[in-house]
C-alpha cells in the first residue's frame, strides 16, 4: 500500500539558518503530494501542495519539488523564524485509489532557537 | 468562512465506557473523513463519507468504533467499549468534493482512557 517516510526530528535550529525535511513516499500511479503543519494547539493546516511531477509547491517561504524519478517531496526553507516551529507531516493521496484519503508519515518536530 | 468545528475538545473516560466525538465539517463540503492520531505519529483514516454514504471504512474497527453522517452534514464517531488504546486525538477533516484534494482539519479531539 501506500506510505510516506519522513526524517525523524526533533530537528533543531538557530534563528535564520537553512531547513531541509527529508520525505520520501511510496505509492502507485502519480499521487498529489502534501505537506502540513500543526502549530501547538491547533490543528493541521495546510503548508503546500503539489500535484505533477516536476511541480514546485510554495507558501510562507517554503518551497518542496515533486521529484517522482527519486520519489521525494523534501520541504526546505532559506531562512527560519521562531514561529516556524511546529510538526510538519508529509502526506499523499493515490489517484489511483479513488477514494482520496491522505496518508500521513509520522511528522517531523522542528524547534527553531532564538 | 467557518472551519471544521469539533467538540469537545478533551475527554477523559475509563476503559470499557462509551465516548462520541462531534464534527461539523465546512459549509458546502461534501466529504467527510474521520482520522486518529495516536502521539507521536500522524494521522490515520478511520473512515470516509462522500455526502451520507460511506465511501471507505476498511481501517475502522467496527466491533468497538461507529459513525454517521446522517443528514450528509454533521458527524458523529462513537467508541463503545473504550480500550486504553484507543487514546489518541481524532481528527475530522472536510473537503469540497472527492476531486478537490484539499483537506481542511478541524482542531481534533484529545481522548485519554484510563
Known amino acids: ?114 | 468562512e467557518a472551519g471544521v468545528a469539533q467538540s469537545p475538545r478533551y475527554k477523559i473516560i475509563e476503559k470499557r465506557q462509551s465516548v462520541a466525538f462531534w464534527c461539523n465539517p465546512i459549509s458546502g463540503h461534501a466529504t467527510l473523513y474521520w482520522y486518529q492520531q495516536i502521539l507521536g505519529q500522524g494521522p490515520k483514516l478511520l473512515i470516509q463519507f462522500q455526502n451520507n454514504g460511506v465511501v471507505d471504512d476498511s481501517q475502522l474497527p467496527k466491533d468497538r468504533f461507529s459513525a454517521e453522517r446522517l443528514k450528509g452534514v454533521d458527524s458523529t464517531l462513537k467508541i463503545q467499549p473504550a480500550k486504553l488504546e484507543d487514546s489518541a486525538v481524532y481528527l475530522c477533516a472536510s473537503s469540497f468534493s472527492l476531486a478537490r484534494d484539499i483537506q481542511y482539519f478541524g482542531a481534533g479531539t484529545r481522548l485519554s482512557v484510563l
Not at chain 1, 49 to 69: I, L, M, V
Open chain 1, 1 to 114: 500500500g501506500d506510505s510516506v517516510t519522513q526524517m525523524e526530528g526533533p530537528v533543531t535550529l538557530s534563528e535564520e539558518a537553512f531547513l531541509t525535511i527529508n520525505c520520501t513516499y511510496t505509492a502507485t500511479g502519480y499521487p498529489s503530494l502534501f505537506w502540513y503543519v500543526q502549530y501547538p494547539g491547533e490543528g493541521l493546516q495546510l503548508l503546500l501542495k503539489a500535484t505533477k511531477a516536476d511541480d514546485k509547491g510554495s507558501n510562507k517561504g517554503f518551497e518542496a519539488t515533486y521529484r517522482k524519478e527519486t520519489t521525494s517531496f523534501h520541504l526546505e526553507k532559506g531562512s527560519v523564524q521562531v514561529s516556524d516551529s511546529a510538526v510538519y507531516f508529509c502526506a499523499l493521496t493515490s489517484l489511483d485509489t479513488g477514494r482520496r484519503a491522505l496518508t500521513f508519515g509520522s511528522g517531523t518536530r522542528l524547534q527553531v532557537q532564538p
